[in-house]
């Protein structure tokens, strides 16, 4: 990346407050994932890495594939864009007549799919994960019961999308009023939901794991019915209508077919991993599904959530027509994208089995699941950069309406995967599969700015080379410092919960504490972060 201007200049601002919406959007964020991460703990000292975990994960990963295709990805790529057109040209009446018919047929088209899922729930398993059943000519049972199992928490688990994905809809238009608390909050309820599951009803029933696949569609419940008043408290409350003709729905859909590929891609490279793994030992699902976990802490925490105000900013500035205004907000979220995920990055290869141990080597889960987990962290943390850029980087062209660009390099990015998944499952196992993901996230954020750069809607704002060197010195040294006070792995596979949580205690803030340290020394201090970003 060229440097765009003298070291010492600083990035233009594009107005105020990016980094306070993003702040409380990632702070109710994070409350939400150390939920999550509670939920998983739960989850695994319950049920480890046994073969009703990887049936249980599969369940919930193919309706969680369709919500991002359909909702979080491609309907707010297709809808907020839209909506935010429609609200500097249209009266309030009108906006509240297209909401309700945007809603009215993604209602239909989701509830008809809902249907299809669950009735050919055996064939979905088969398809997403063959090696349940030995392949597509296996019996029914299947290895260690997999099949069976996966296919039953399916129909449970299917509806989740249709509720979830209504759910999307009211966020996307509580996002596109500036009202972001809610949305950010509101996967709380599937964090609440399965941990009262597991641990109340799961004792209760004949096959334990079920309880989970419940929990799921209670809390597809919870969610939707928790945003509607404030819905209603904007005057956004409305009853879908179904008007597939109407201009407004068909442009919305014109743009979600295309975008329900390029915003996903990463879900469908990590949905790869999971077919590719059930033809593994078992357990190798609940491996890869622990560490992705871990990778999606700071992802959701910082990256989603400036993704999720960058659309809508990014959307006004369009309808506007702000380019140089766009450009700098572009510039200023690649900017904090960095400045938090590539710590972050380091740190989880660094501290890979130390977490997954504090977390997780409890109940079911052996010492083998966490060193078979840890291998897969650090691989998926190799890719938080590009997971990183293609969530900041993707608004740049959904906002300008264009989902057929990433659509093409989203293509080229799922053939890196296939080709390094197939290239690395038989020597590396499960962490292969990690590692094509990962590298398949890289090449597709470069891509999409290098795609940005050549068509001049981004432009490196000055002092970018500054910032690298700031950055890469920073990390350098929080890395050397986390190496050198942190115990060996045989010591935390030994030692105790209060001992594990008593090094953690001091190693993450410590780390955290060295990097802003280094930063600020190299002239880059608090003041200094808040007056160019805040």
Known sequence: MSDSGSDSSEPAVPGRGLLRSGALVGALTFVSRILGLVRDVVIAVLFGARPEADAFFVAFRIPNLFRRLFAEGAFSAGFIPVLAEFRAARSHVEVRLFVARVAGALGV????????????????????APGFDGGFGGGFEG??????????????????????????????????????????????????????????????????????????????????????????RIDMLVLPRVAPKDPGVKKVLNLML?????????????????MLASLLVAGSISWLYYADRLMELPLGIFAIALATVLLPRLSREHADGEPEAFSATLDQGLRL???????????LVVLAQPLITTLFHYGAMGANDVQQSAFALMAYSLGLIGFTGVKILAPGFFARQDT????????????????????????????????AT????????????????????????????????????????MVVLLLWGAPVASDWLTAGLQQRVFWMALL???????????????????????????
């Open 404 to 435: 057929r660009t990433p659509v093409r390099i989203a293509l080229w990015a799922m053939g890196v995967n296939v080709v390094l998944n197939l290239a690395l499952i038989l020597p590396l196992a499960h962490v292969g599969l990690a590692l």
């Open 337 to 347: 994208g960095l400045l938090v995920t590539v710590p972050a990055a380091a740190a």
């Open 143 to 232: 290895e260690n019961g997999r099949f069976e199992l996966a296919s039953a928490m399916l129909r449970i688990t299917f509806p989740y999308l249709l509720l979830i994905s209504l759910t999307a809809l009211c966020a996307g238009v509580l996002n596109s009023f500036g009202r972001f608390a809610i949305p950010a909050i509101t996967p709380v309820w599937l964090n609440l939901s399965l941990i009262a599951a597991a641990l109340g009803l799961a004792g209760h029933l004949e096959e334990p794991i079920m309880a989970l696949a419940w929990g799921v569609l209670f809390a597809g419940f919870l969610q939707f019915v928790f945003q509607l008043p404030a819905l209603a």
């Open 258 to 274: 295309p975008a329900a590929f390029g915003a996903s891609v990463s879900q469908i490279n990590l949905l790869i991993d999971t």
């Open 109 to 128: 088209a989701l509830l008809l799919l809902t249907l299809v899922g669950m009735l050919a729930a055996p064939l979905v398993v088969g398809v997403f």
């Open 508 to 534: 993450v803030p410590g780390g955290i504490l060295a990097y802003f340290g280094i930063l600020a020394a190299l002239g880059w201090g608090p003041r200094q972060l808040l007056r160019t970003y805040l």
């Open 438 to 477: 990962s590298t398949a996230a890289l090449v597709n954020a470069g891509l999409l700015l290098r795609s940005l750069y050549r068509c001049g809607v981004w432009r490196p704002q000055p002092g970018w080379r500054g910032f690298l060197l700031r950055l890469a010195a920073a990390t350098a040294v």
